[in-house]
């Protein structure tokens, strides 16, 4: 039954997806005021979050992971919705699906920009994990109210699906991005600079590490991470 369930969702998800992009590409062809416009591409790509939610679900959900710049990232996000952005520590580069982190940032930062609580982001580095924290700036909105909703549901799980965390609080989400591991990577990906957690003597430490292509390692210890 849960295999027939999750190929029903697999199958509905793929056949509405053209439907969909036929529709968005017919209302830029359409004469008509901006807004209106705007208006409907948000609803179609609410429903294209809805599919994905469903894929994610029934763990069909598709991802593309590899080394990507989550700072590039978190940047051109903030400076497309207009927010500000603090970065306190040289950010490494993380194991990850770039689409589906420029969706989940997307929706997080939505969900309080539709509430009408502008925000700002700070990335930095925290006892071996990346954290993002998105922060209202102005009234308290709770996002612990937002549990059951598609685009927090949406963003956990493609979290989750990278080993990551989401915490929601009162005027607060925290995500947290796991730091990749040496044998987390792919062959051509064996190689560049990477932040590591590692274990020397018993006790672990924070590591800058460089490998080149022809596997040599250079590593510096930067920090105990007890």
Same mark, same amino acid.
């Given at each position: 039954a849960e295999k027939a369930r999750s190929e029903f969702f697999s199958n509905v998800s793929e056949d509405l997806?053209?439907?969909?992009?036929?529709?968005?590409?017919?209302?830029?062809?359409?004469?008509?005021?901006?807004?209106?416009?705007?208006?409907?591409?948000?609803?179609?790509?609410?429903?294209?979050?809805?599919?994905?939610?469903?894929?994610?679900?029934?763990?069909?959900?598709?991802?593309?992971?590899?080394?990507?710049?989550?700072?590039?990232?978190?940047?051109?996000?903030?400076?497309?919705?207009? $927010?500000?952005?603090?970065?306190?520590?040289?950010?490494?580069?993380?194991?990850?699906?770039?689409g589906r982190l420029k969706e989940a940032l997307e929706l997080l930062i939505s969900l309080s920009l539709d509430n009408a609580c502008p925000v700002s982001l700070k990335l930095k580095v925290t006892r071996g994990t990346i954290s993002l924290e998105i922060e209202n700036t102005g009234s308290k909105l709770d996002y612990r109210l937002f549990l059951n909703d598609a685009s927090y549901l949406l963003s956990e799980r493609i979290m989750v699906m990278h080993q990551g965390t989401i915490i929601p609080s009162l005027g607060r989400i925290t995500l947290s991005f796991s730091l990749p591991t040496f044998s987390s990577l792919s062959v051509k990906e064996k190689h560049g600079r990477l932040l590591l957690l590692g274990r020397d003597e018993g006790a672990f430490a924070?590591?800058?590490? $460089? $490998?080149?292509?022809?596997?040599?390692?250079?590593?510096?210890r930067l920090l105990d991470a007890d």
């Open positions: 997806r053209d439907p969909l992009l036929k529709i968005k590409e017919l209302i830029s062809s359409i004469d008509g005021d901006d807004d209106s416009r705007r208006a409907i591409a948000r609803e179609i790509a609410k429903a294209n979050h809805m599919l994905d939610l469903s894929l994610a679900q029934t763990g069909e959900l598709e991802l593309e992971a590899r080394l990507v710049n989550l700072e590039s990232i978190v940047r051109s996000e903030a400076d497309r919705r207009h $927010v500000s952005l603090e970065i306190l520590d040289r950010i490494p580069l993380i194991y990850f699906d770039p924070l590591y800058d590490e $460089v $490998v080149e292509r022809d596997g040599v390692r250079n590593r510096k």
